[in-house]
């Protein structure tokens, strides 16, 4: 057994507990992809340290070690694709696995005749391709046409090995597992379009790692006596790894900058940008010599709604609204969620006090529509303030007041008309007694 190759078990199953203990706190499939990517790797590092043992042990070592290298790089493929868990990708993903594993098997064995090799290289240049046209019908993204091209031009290129370059079954080998390796460096360099530190430092690991089995047989095919460590060909698996890290942490930073700014429930913009997108708006309203408006939003009875169905369906309407808030604004207004039911629209572009009323009259109507969330009918409404800069303030404090008084005023009108109202009908019945 190959001891020396411990030191890089050991390394590799680190990193795959540091994807699993990542994964417990951010479950995606592409986390989960990855982690399986990484377990494999470490197969691959166990099956090449018991491949120096003879006769079966070493036999299965070396198709384990072999396999899992190319199933780890389909697995980080598979990562990178939009909607990894449709049946369509998880189809493409099963034949590009299973061909390029049976491929892999036979080059392993011996005394595998000449048609066995190019059975299995029709299937890796058959497999994905058919799965691509299988479903073209319901629109294909380009990384699925890559595949397809790419394996369909490894599998003419295996059975030209085997009948015009002697049968080199290890060029072969080498052939697949620099194509899948390659494919990782285009599918992230594709999927990963905002160029940051992590995603370059992937890409070229994933480059790197490719042409790991370009070199190798060129090195040993020309320059024999050139002596290199094992741990140089493995040094591209570290850096991906480094890349991968440094995507997962970019990724976290970019979510705790898009949290203190966005309300984690709604998605709409919290206090904090709500009031540096108001502080902007009412410069370019000065500036400009226009008017811009803020529309203060209470909604009613949520609270009964909370109380008889539960915090649960409160979120989900809550979440109804700030959709429906969203679908009925222009992109250049900023719809807040500044309270607990509260919301803040401000209008822009330019914005006067009429604009502001029929915005307001809108979504009056709107809330005042019966919604059905997690089974229930239920039905709210909304008392809206409405103030304008600059006729009623000049800076942003002033104009959140003068807004939430007028909603409080709007409020306290509906509270005193359903009492009215019962007055009124009253009068009449009180009349007829004394009348009688």
Not at 119 to 148: D, E, I, N
Not at 198 to 217: E, K
Request: aromatic share 10%.
């Amino acid at each position: 057994m190959d001891w020396s190759k411990l030191p890089d078990i050991l390394a590799i199953a680190a990193l795959a507990f540091a994807f699993f203990s990542i994964l417990k706190r951010s479950h995606t499939p592409t986390h989960r992809l990855w982690l399986v990517g990484w377990v494999f790797i470490a197969i691959h590092f166990v099956g090449f340290s018991v491949m120096t043992l003879p006769g079966l042990p070493g036999l299965l070592g070396e198709i384990v070690g072999v396999t899992s290298l190319v199933e780890a790089a389909i697995f980080f493929m598979w990562a990178t694709v939009p909607q990894q868990t449709v049946v369509s990708s998880r189809r493409m993903a099963a034949l590009t696995l299973f061909s390029t594993a049976l491929y892999i098997f036979l080059a392993c064995l011996a005394d595998v005749r000449t048609w066995e090799y190019d059975a299995s290289a029709v299937f890796v240049a058959c497999g994905p391709l058919g799965v691509g046209l299988y479903y073209r019908k319901f629109g294909q993204h380009t990384l699925r046409w890559l595949t397809a091209v790419l394996h369909f031009m490894l599998g003419v290129a295996l059975v030209l090995n085997n009948h015009l370059a002697g049968g080199n079954i290890d060029l072969g080998v080498n052939a697949v597992l620099f194509t899948v390796y390659f494919e990782c460096c285009l599918y992230f360099w594709y999927t990963h379009r905002q160029r940051t530190t992590g995603s370059v430092i992937t890409v070229l690991g994933f480059l790197a790692w490719s042409l790991v089995f370009v070199l190798g047989p060129l090195k040993d095919a020309y320059f024999p006596l050139v002596h290199l460590e094992n741990e140089v060909w493995n040094l591209p698996k570290y850096v991906v790894a480094v890349g991968m890290l440094l995507l997962l942490l970019e990724r976290q930073i970019e979510r705790s900058q898009y949290l203190a700014l966005h309300d984690d429930l709604t998605a709409l913009a919290n206090r904090r940008l709500f009031q540096d997108r108001l502080n902007s708006a009412m410069e370019r309203a000065r500036r400009s010599g226009t008017c811009m408006a803020l529309l203060q939003i209470d909604l009613d009875r949520f609270k009964e709604v909370n109380d008889a169905h539960g915090h649960h369906v409160g979120d989900l309407l809550l979440q109804h609204v700030s959709v429906l808030f969203g679908s009925r604004v222009r992109r250049s207004d900023t719809v807040a969620r500044t309270g607990g039911d509260e919301f803040s629209l401000i209008l822009e572009e330019p914005a006067t006090r009429e604009d502001a009323e029929l915005v307001a009259e809108s979504l009056i109507d709107l809330l005042a529509e019966s919604v059905e969330i997690a089974g229930r009918r239920i039905r709210i409404g909304a008392s809206i303030g409405i103030a304008v800069y600059p006729e009623d303030a000049h800076n942003a404090d002033s104009l959140c007041i003068a807004a939430d008084l007028k909603m409080y005023e709007v409020k306290q009108l509906q509270r005193e008309k359903p009492v009215e109202q019962a007055e009124a009908a009253r009068v009449p019945r009180q009349s007829h007694t004394m009348a009688s």
